[in-house]
């Protein structure tokens, strides 16, 4: 593939298709283990939802606060990033964690001031960032700008903006509704009042999180309505859930008794010294690495009770023929001889999606995967890029309006492509585990959520231990 910033030239079809500018990447020899089942124990760094909801409460906190084990990668970076453009001190703590040191946070002080400069936040293509720190910088005088990675101004990021112009604030978007735009706080000495608010949640439960996160600074508090004219849910609604426990944990009260409503009383945010869970979104494709080749992955320290989406596991993976098993905090994982197909709903947990995907691309009979509709909007249009890549490699992947039917269909060695989404990157490497002779493009970009990705793999294929096991 080759790039001239307007056109990508699919090489073997000479065909040029107009897309956004694209970077020319080095293609990654996915390993392949043919028939021979993969046996591993791994663990994964932390999770990059609850690392990042912790940065934004720590720079809120009433004092210091540390985070133990948390997730060091792209979208953290650029957490701490803007946590820091915004006033507040973020140091690294050596700690126990194999994947990085702990985190020190001092609040941003307060009060708030703007001080002299205009601020700037490169959002990356992180969807935690470019929606859970706007309503943060909304409350500190002073203008700061937004803007990311090309493909992050296509995020959907309306509701946000809306939700903030709701609320009296400023926003200078050029009437995009998208990054980027510049935020503009309240006068110096000044506060956001709050109030009720409504906001259509159904493109993405980051809307939901980014308001309630900051909800008890409003000197009013927040009640929060999602309110959809076509009728449609919140997704991923476990990440609301967990929004809702972290922000229990700190001492906000958060009533959600009535559904689709969310009320958050004003107050302080305690400070705190948590421990991250590892990334069970993340423990995913090595999963997935047992389910395709009959083999058996454990991965430990898996928490008994956990917020994360990626408790679905348990559920997902024994619909494909899988038999999973959690004793003692260990999370097993042992594979069928035969992958069958499934039809699921996940619209509880669309980021394991591609995942799931990589499985039914290899099951030996008919998928049916529903309730995704928003992967449209996450870091590339997903029900597209896993219909052209899966079908690239030979197979027979079909979008519906809400999700994706994948058919059987022997699949061939071949590129595939990530589109910098490293949720795609991490479905090639699933894939590729049983089709020899896949390569997938710029698996760099797992770096997002994981960057030890690649060698992880390795390590699994070749059977050896990771991480805290
Ligand atoms: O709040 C969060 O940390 C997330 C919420 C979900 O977003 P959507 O509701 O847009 O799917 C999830 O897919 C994303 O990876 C992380
Ligand atoms: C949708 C995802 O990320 P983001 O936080 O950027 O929305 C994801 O990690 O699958």
Request: net charge negative; aromatic share 4%.
């Given at each position: 593939?080759r790039s ?11 065909k ?7 970077t020319?990447?080095?293609l ?8 021979d ?8 760094p ?22 133990r ?9 650029l ?16 700690g ?13 002080p307060?009060p ?9 936040v ?7 960032v470019?929606r ?15 803007d990311?990675d090309?493909?992050?101004?296509k995020?959907?990021?309306?509701p946000?903006v ?6 009296g604030?400023t926003v200078?978007?050029?009437?995009a509704?998208a990054?980027?735009f510049t935020?503009h706080?309240?006068?110096?000495g ?5 109030g009720?608010?409504s906001?259509d949640?159904?493109g993405?439960s ?7 996160l ?34 229990h ?17 004003p ?5 705190f010294?948590?421990?991250v869970?590892?990334d ?22 898996w ?37 069958t197909g ?16 990589a499985?039914c ?10 309730g ?16 052209a890549e ?6 027979d992947a079909?979008?519906?309006a ?8 022997a ?8 589109y ?9 490497a699933v894939i ?9 493009e ?7 959520t ?16 990771r991480?805290?096991?």
């Open positions: 593939m001239n910033g307007e056109f990508v030239v699919h090489e073997e079809s000479g040029a298709t107009a897309t956004e500018p694209t020319v990447h080095p990654w020899s996915a390993p392949f283990v043919g028939a089942p993969v046996e591993s124990s791994l663990t994964v932390g999770s990059k939802s609850l690392t990042n909801r912790w940065l934004v409460l720590a720079a809120l906190a009433d004092g210091p606060c540390r985070l084990s948390p997730l060091h990668s792209r979208d953290s970076a957490m701490i990033a803007a946590l820091r453009e915004l006033g507040a001190t973020i140091t690294e703590i050596p126990d964690s194999p994947y990085g040191p702990d985190l020190g946070i001092e609040p941003i307060r708030f001031t703007g001080g002299d400069g205009q601020r700037s490169d959002c990356g293509l992180a969807g935690t470019m859970f720190v706007p309503p943060l910088a909304a409350l500190i005088p002073g203008a700061t700008q937004f990311g090309p493909h992050a101004r995020r959907p990021m309306g946000v809306q939700a903030l112009r709701g609320l604030i200078d978007d050029g009437g509704g990054l980027p935020i706080g309240p006068a110096e000044g506060t956001v009042t709050g009720v608010l906001v949640a159904a993405s980051q809307f939901v999180t980014a308001m309630l900051v909800g008890s600074q409003f000197t009013e508090g927040l009640t929060l309505r999602h309110d959809s004219p076509a009728g449609a849910a919140v997704p991923s609604m476990p990440h609301v859930e967990m929004t809702v426990d972290v922000l944990q700190v001492g906000v009260r958060v009533d959600d008794s009535v559904p689709a409503q969310w009320t958050v009383a107050g302080p945010i305690r400070a010294d948590v421990r869970e590892q069970l979104s993340n423990a995913g494709p090595f999963l997935a690495a047992a389910v395709v080749t009959g083999g058996t992955v454990t991965v430990p320290h928490p008994e009770e956990t917020t994360q989406g990626g408790a679905h596991w348990a559920q997902i993976l024994p619909r494909f023929g899988a038999t999973v098993d959690l004793q003692d905090g260990q999370f097993t994982v042992r594979g069928p001889s035969v992958v499934v039809d699921l709903d996940l619209s509880e947990a669309g980021e394991l999606a591609p995942t799931v995907a499985i691309a290899v099951a030996t009979s008919e998928c049916r995967l529903r995704i509709a928003h992967l449209r909007g996450h870091e590339t249009d997903r029900l597209a890029a896993l219909t899966i079908n690239r490699l030979g197979g079909e979008e519906t809400d999700g994706l039917i994948i058919r059987p269909a699949l061939r060695g071949g590129e595939f492509r990530s910098d989404d490293h949720r795609m990157a991490t479905a090639g590729g585990l049983v089709v020899d002779g896949v390569r997938v710029n698996i760099a970009t797992t770096a997002k994981l960057p030890q990705f690649p060698e992880l793999w390795a390590d699994m294929v070749t059977g050896s231990a991480g805290r096991g």
